[in-house]
């Protein structure tokens, strides 16, 4: 089982910023590739960025140079720093640990204002 900690989702104007964290509380973020997918309202969950556990990234064409993936390993959590907003943007937000598991957290909501 492993427990996946989300927060840092809100509501923010086009063109903001936000940060969302995906904390894994017992378990290193280095020992497997972690990703964070989207699901926004009527649409199916989609993939928005990978990280390895080399650190190598990985990012869907639609946030590529909006969105950086990231971790810190000395508090075990991943995260997503997500700037120029889109209205499009609008989704409900999941981590996935390790990558392609059954294991996600409990989704935080984003939503952006035109």
């Known amino acids: 089982q492993v427990q996946l900690e989300e927060s840092g989702g809100g509501l923010v104007q086009a063109g903001g910023s936000l940060r969302l964290s995906c904390a894994t509380p017992?378990?290193?973020?280095?020992?497997?590739?972690m990703g964070w997918f989207r699901q926004a309202p009527g649409k199916e969950r989609e993939w928005v960025a990978t990280i390895r556990s080399r650190g190598s990234t990985n990012y869907a064409d639609s946030v590529k140079g909006r969105f950086t993936i990231s971790r810190n390993n000395a508090v075990n959590t991943m995260y997503l720093q997500m700037n120029s907003l889109k209205p499009e943007d609008t989704a409900v937000y999941y981590c996935?640990?390790?990558?392609?598991?059954?294991?996600w957290g409990q989704g935080t909501q984003v939503t952006v204002s035109s």
């Open positions: 017992g378990r290193r973020v280095t020992d497997y590739a």
């Open positions: 996935n640990a390790p990558l392609g598991s059954p294991y």
